[in-house]
């Protein structure tokens, strides 16, 4: 089980008290399902998301997340990291074009992506 997983079933267990929480990915399917278990404990309050680009393409990782966000109805603001901070060591293509199947799943297919996606600094700031 990757890292992020493990920690979104930290984060859901920790307690009972429902505290807010921001999610942080790099489009990695692993985020993914840490997402999925985060939204659909309903035990956190998430307050944002933002995305940094190792792990994925820019747009298909907004995509998804918009997708999945939209799925499990959390009106949340999502940010994305700017280009200084992308760093110059990605990830090979084929690792990063995965982060697209997650659109393309039947129960997130059907959403729509809301593009309302800003800097990754002001969702910060704002939750």
Partial sequence: MRLAALGAMLLVASGCARR?????????IDDYVAMVMVLASGERDVRGVTIAFGDSYPDQAVDATE???????ARVPV???????RGKNEFPAAWRA???AVAKLPAFARQGASRQTGDAVAVLRRA
């Fill in 20 to 28: 807010g929480v921001i999610l942080d990915h790099d489009g990695g």
């Fill in 67 to 73: 997708r999945l966000l939209a799925h499990y109805g």
């Fill in 79 to 85: 940010g994305e990291c700017g280009p200084a901070l």
């Fill in 98 to 100: 995965r982060s697209a």
